[in-house]
């Protein structure tokens, strides 16, 4: 199909009547073996960080960056971090240079999910940190569909993220 990533939600942080959480190793061996049947298509195995997942954790991600090393990449989401009340610059740090795609939004505490420039997170010293730190991957604009009422909203959206992020 041609794409060059795959991204994965991974487990949920809670566990249920029918499984428990994995432990550390388990997990490694099973994204070892995810991370190299992605490889042997021409993909990349991501791991976004999701709010009601592991992957939530800043601390589980810099466990599995330091464990599975270029074999992995990661997916940064806006709304997500801020969902899981985590710290954007302490999860993009436990991902470091395996960053590869970032999912762009806006957050607030009544909605949670909004149009890029339209909630209260500092895009601006987002994207210093990103610059900083060399960030060269790919950007989409995830939204949902009652985020915007027109569609020249999200085009607008997308075009402000283009010159500010890709500039």
């Known amino acids: 199909m041609g794409a060059r990533y795959f991204v994965f939600h991974g487990e949920k942080s809670a566990p249920t009547f029918s499984r428990s959480i994995m432990d550390n190793d388990a997990v490694l061996e099973v994204y070892d073996k995810l991370t190299c049947a992605a490889s042997e298509e021409g993909i990349l195995f991501t791991q976004e960080n999701v709010s009601s997942f592991r992957s939530a954790s800043p601390f589980f991600l810099k466990h599995l960056r330091n464990n599975l090393g270029d074999k992995i990449g990661f ?93």
């Open 75 to 167: 997916t940064f989401d806006v709304k997500q971090v801020l969902r899981a009340k985590e710290d954007i610059y302490e999860t993009l740090d436990a991902m470091g240079n395996r960053l590869v795609h970032i999912h762009i939004n806006d957050y607030s505490s009544i909605t949670e999910c909004k149009l890029p420039f339209c909630g209260e997170v500092n895009l601006n010293l987002l994207s210093n940190y990103l610059k900083k730190n060399e960030y060269n991957g790919d950007y989409v604009v995830e939204v949902y569909r009652t985020d915007f009422q027109e569609y020249d909203e999200l085009v607008n959206a997308c075009h402000q993220v283009k010159n500010l992020f890709c500039s």
